[in-house]
């Protein structure tokens, strides 16, 4: 299994330009997350699914927008890129809501 | 809402030494609880997981405790090394939603 893999690793945005996030795992894990994680700070949570077709928003959504047509896939979209959105990204699963979550290794955003 | 603070911040200690990291949250209706580590520049790896209904969890030379009640949970490494230094990351999980919600982590130094 590769697990919860995520692209790309780097990009650099202009502001305004607009950019998705991938994220896809391999677990057969129903719930899926996305967080962002800003220098010396902690994980806020930005979007989540609790499977296909289910979505719901978390403590920082403005911004952003997600979609969760398959198990496997669950891309982040940013539209209107602003400065405030530089962070890293990562892409988190788990099968349910008894089992350990699983991260990506993240997308490292800068935009200028 | 769910407030998650972790003490200390960061903690520097030499190798050998037992390490005591300390994760407090404010709403005790969880459904369990994780602890992650976070290396620089990389995502988050699970450590240990606790159901609500444990009070500890043991993986080598890790323990995590766990007091609903009181709303704590420590995570105990024994004989340090310098393999330990990380950033270590709580994360309770609610029962409602199945949201987790990070501490801002305790960044730890091992020196040989």
């Known amino acids: 299994n590769a697990g919860v893999t995520q692209t790309p690793k780097f990009r650099i945005l202009k502001i305004g330009q607009s950019m998705t996030l991938q994220c896809t795992q391999d677990?057969?894990?129903?719930?899926m997350y996305w967080y962002r994680q800003d220098p010396g700070m902690g994980l806020k949570l930005i979007y989540y699914s609790v499977g296909a077709g289910i979505t719901d928003k978390g403590e920082v959504p403005n911004g952003y927008n997600v979609s969760r047509s398959t198990t496997e896939d669950f891309p982040l979209r940013l539209e209107l890129a602003a400065p405030s959105q530089t962070s890293v990204y990562f892409c988190?699963?788990?099968?349910?809501?008894?089992?350990?979550?699983?991260f990506g290794n993240g997308t490292r955003l800068t935009v200028t | 809402k769910q407030e998650v603070t972790q003490i200390p911040a960061a903690l520097s200690v030499p190798e050998g030494e037992n390490l005591v990291l300390n994760c407090s949250f404010t709403?005790?209706?969880?459904?369990?609880l994780q602890w992650f580590r976070q290396d620089p520049g990389k995502g988050l790896t699970s450590l240990l997981l606790?159901?609500?209904?444990?009070r500890e969890q043991t993986s080598g030379r890790l323990n995590a405790s766990l007091d609903k009640s009181s709303g704590r949970s420590t995570l105990y490494i024994a004989a340090s090394q310098p393999g330990d230094s990380a950033t270590y990351l709580c994360a309770p999980i609610k029962a409602a939603g199945n949201k987790l919600t990070f501490g801002g982590g305790t960044r730890v130094l091992v020196k040989p």
């Open positions: 709403d005790s209706a969880i459904y369990n």
């Open positions: 606790i159901q609500s209904s444990q």
């Open positions: 677990m057969n894990h129903n719930y």
């Open positions: 988190a699963s788990r099968l349910t809501g008894d089992s350990p979550l699983h």
